[in-house]
C-alpha cells in the first residue's frame, strides 16, 4: 500500500499538513503509508482552538483522519457558525468543525449506536456546541434496514454487509426545514452516506438551496455537475465541493 499511496498527489497535501499540525509526524505517517500500528490510538493533532485527541479504533479511523484534518476535504472557513453534518460516524469531521472557532454549532446525523458512543466520547467537553439525531437521513422519512460492518466506516443503507439493524430515517427537507427554521443559513452541509451522497443532494427542495453556502460529499466521478443552476463546482480528492453562485 505505501507505494501507491506515497506517489498519489492527493496525499502530499496531508504529509505537509501532518508536519505542521501533528506532534509526532513520522509515526502518524508511517502509520497511514504501511496501515501498521496497534488500535486504539489516539493521535494529537493542532487546531485553531488547541490540541485535540480524537480515538481511533483502527486503521480505517486511521484514513478519517487523514482525509478529515490533514487533507481537509471537507474544509471549513474560520468564520463559519453553522455545519449540518450527515453521516457522523465516529465524530472525527465533527471534531475538526467544532475546532475551527469557539463559536461554530454542528448539527449530526448518525444511526449507528456503537459510532454514537464513539462519537460522543470523541467530541468530550463540546456538547454545548453540537445537535446529534441518532438518525439516517435519505429521501424519504420512515423506518429503513442499515446495513453496518465491524469498523463503522462502510455500513449503509442498500450496502451489502452481513448485518443490517433497523434505524429511523428522515427526509432530507425535513432535516433542513427543522435546521433552517433557527437559522439564517448553513455555511457548510457536508454528506457521507455511502452512495446516497447524490440522490440526497438531487432531493433537496430549491427554496432551502440560496440558504446552503457550500455542499460537500463524497463521489467517484468527476464529471458529475449536480445543481449546476445554482452553485460552481469543483473536484478534489473524490470529493465535491458545491459553492453557491453569488
Given at each position: 500500500m505505501w507505494a501507491r499511496e506515497i506517489a498519489h498527489p492527493r496525499n502530499y497535501r496531508a504529509l505537509f499538513a501532518a508536519v505542521r499540525l501533528t506532534p509526532r509526524p513520522v509515526q502518524n505517517v508511517w502509520r497511514y503509508l504501511t496501515a501498521s500500528g496497534r488500535y486504539p490510538y489516539s493521535p494529537a493533532v493542532r487546531t485553531p482552538t488547541g490540541l485535540v485527541r480524537p480515538t481511533l479504533d483502527s486503521f480505517h479511523d486511521m484514513m478519517t483522519f487523514n482525509e478529515i484534518f490533514l487533507r481537509e476535504d471537507y474544509y471549513l472557513p474560520a468564520d463559519a457558525r453553522t455545519v449540518v453534518d450527515l453521516g457522523s460516524n465516529k465524530?472525527?469531521?465533527?471534531?475538526?468543525?467544532?475546532?475551527?472557532?469557539?463559536h461554530v454549532r454542528v448539527w449530526l446525523y448518525e444511526p449507528v449506536p456503537a459510532n454514537v458512543g464513539r462519537l460522543r466520547a470523541n467530541l468530550a467537553g463540546?456538547?454545548?456546541?453540537?445537535?446529534?439525531?441518532?438518525?439516517?437521513?435519505?429521501?424519504?422519512?420512515?423506518?429503513?434496514?442499515?446495513?453496518i460492518e465491524p469498523t463503522g466506516r462502510y455500513g449503509g443503507i442498500g450496502v451489502a454487509t452481513a448485518e443490517a439493524i433497523t434505524v429511523a430515517c428522515k427526509d432530507i427537507n425535513e432535516v433542513l426545514a427543522s435546521i433552517l427554521d433557527t437559522e439564517s443559513?448553513?455555511?457548510?452541509?457536508?454528506?457521507?452516506?455511502?452512495?446516497l451522497e447524490i440522490g440526497v443532494v438531487q432531493a433537496i427542495e430549491p427554496a432551502y438551496l440560496p440558504r446552503i453556502h457550500t455542499i460537500c460529499f463524497e463521489w467517484a466521478d468527476p464529471d458529475l455537475t449536480p445543481l449546476n443552476?445554482?452553485?460552481?463546482?469543483t473536484f478534489f480528492n473524490e470529493t465535491y465541493r458545491l459553492r453557491l453562485r453569488r
Open positions: 465524530g472525527i469531521s465533527a471534531l475538526y468543525f467544532l475546532t475551527r472557532n469557539r463540546l456538547a454545548d456546541r453540537y445537535l446529534l439525531e441518532q438518525i439516517a437521513v435519505g429521501t424519504e422519512s420512515g423506518s429503513v434496514s442499515f446495513n443559513h448553513i455555511d457548510l452541509l457536508k454528506i457521507d452516506i455511502e452512495g443552476d445554482f452553485y460552481d463546482s
